[in-house]
Nanobody, 117 residues
């Protein structure tokens, strides 16, 4: 199983980025997908997730700014990030698991998002 995250970069506060995570080696449509992030000196935290059926969940601090979506035909999950803040700076990781409970089974390599003027 491989999860390949991309789309990170440097953006000014208030800007937008769209992260992508392409999955291979698993039955993508059967897996719930999630985005997590880890800022320097902090523990990794959950950001958003989407069930196999398309139900979405968000960390309170990103509600209304971030949108998670999936394209099962492309085996890809996305994270659209708008109104970015400096505190969103982190390495973002995608992950996959069966169902909406329990540990994530598979993790991608991460993509750096830096929000700075």
């Amino acid at each position: 199983v491989q999860l390949q995250a991309s789309g990170g970069g440097l953006v000014q506060p208030g800007g937008s980025l769209r992260l992508s995570c392409a999955a291979s080696g698993l039955t993508f449509g059967s897996y719930a997908m999630g985005w997590h992030r880890q800022a320097p000196g902090k523990e990794r935290e959950w950001v958003a997730s989407i069930s196999s059926g398309g139900t979405t969940y968000y960390k309170d601090s990103v509600k209304g700014r971030f949108t998670i979506s999936r394209d099962n035909a492309k085996n890809t999950v996305y994270l659209q990030m708008n109104s970015l803040k400096p505190e969103d700076t982190a390495v973002y990781y995608c992950a996959a698991r069966r169902g909406m409970q329990g540990n994530y089974e598979y993790w991608g390599q991460g993509t750096q998002v830096t929000v700075s003027s």
